[in-house]
């Protein structure tokens, strides 16, 4: 395999870093999925943990190496999810998080930045508007700026994840990825493609967010003037060049679904597996709702990689649980 800008050495490395509350995350197979979606499933659960998404592996290795160089003011731009766990990992280093967030990001996600005592300042936009201000941040007050993907800490922490699948799971042949800034897609994809390279490494993206899908197709940066998706943790404009040339090398397919599928695969996470998620958590299970026959006969993972939700937003997306009697 070409080299990407991950190391596999660093990326073990990492694991004595990161609290042991965020690694050994359970995987297992869900056999109540299968019937409906025809292929043998098994779950990476990323979201039991103190904040609810995998990001923790990556800010614990940025806050690790900040508290080291005695850093202490950080700023990052989120939708949500990073700057929760950039604001739990610096609070228990003695970090000054400040997390920049549009105004219209999830309502339950901005409050628990702000219970986990980071400044949070809100922007009238959308996330690129919110980069562009905390890198604004970062020049003024000569702050440590965090980008998500860009840094590498971040597609490393990530890359964990590849570490216990590949370690830990009985074979499989699939991964399927959501693709957001593309930390995630790469760490996992650069640990599968090292360790396990038989495996498919698919990623994911809404098709009212598909920047970096079209990207990763045309062999170039992509960008869209908007997004129009519900899962918010996805919804990316502008790639990053890097990140790109990271993706090329371990992703076999990007793949785009409809947003009736993410909705129908939240649904069947909370059926199914009594999971309450996030849009793009489900987007795995929405790519193989899209397309059974290719996934037929498979054994595929699927990361579920986040569970920070509006609940009102929630119930109107999946409605209310069925309620089986015996």
Not at 294 to 305: D, L, Q
Request: aromatic share 4%; proline share 4%.
């Amino acid at each position: 395999m070409q080299e990407t800008r991950l190391d596999t050495a660093r990326i073990r490395a990492a694991r004595r870093v990161i609290d042991p509350v965020f690694l050994d995350t359970p995987l297992y197979r869900c056999e109540a999925l299968e019937p409906n979606l025809g292929c043998t499933v098994s779950i990476k659960l990323e979201t039991a943990n103190p904040v609810r998404s995998f990001k923790a592996r990556g800010t614990e290795v940025v806050a690790s190496l900040l508290a080291d160089d005695g850093s202490r003011a950080v700023v990052c731009a989120s939708a949500g999810n990073l700057g929760q766990a950039l604001a739990w990992s610096g609070r228990g280093r003695g970090l000054d998080v400040t997390v920049v967030a549009s105004r219209f990001a999830t309502r339950a996600k901005l409050d628990r930045i702000r219970a986990l005592d980071a400044g949070l300042e809100l922007v009238d936009g959308d996330h690129e508007m919110a980069r562009e201000r905390a890198a604004a941040i970062a020049r003024y007050d000569g702050m440590r700026l965090v980008e998500d993907s860009l840094d590498i800490e971040t597609c490393e922490g990530a890359a964990t994840i590849g570490l216990e699948l590949v370690d830990t799971a009985p074979s499989f042949d699939t991964v399927l990825i959501a693709l957001g800034g593309g930390a995630l897609a790469t760490g996992v994809g650069h640990v599968v493609k090292a360790l396990a390279p038989e495996v498919e490494v698919i990623c994911i993206q809404p098709l009212g967010a598909p920047a970096l899908t079209h990207s990763w197709r045309q062999h170039r940066i992509v960008t869209t003037d908007s997004t129009d998706t519900i899962a918010d943790g996805v919804a990316g404009r502008c790639p990053i060049p890097a990140v790109l040339d990271d993706l090329l090398l371990v992703a076999d397919d990007a793949v785009l679904v409809q947003e009736e599928s993410i909705i129908a695969g939240m649904r069947m996470l909370l059926d199914h597996a009594g999971l309450v998620v996030e849009p793009s958590a489900a987007l795995g299970i929405a790519a193989i709702l899209e397309d059974r026959d290719r996934f037929a006969g498979r054994h595929v993972v699927t990361i579920v990689c986040g569970s920070n939700v509006d609940v009102d937003a929630y119930h109107q997306w999946v409605g209310t649980a069925p309620i089986h009697r015996s």
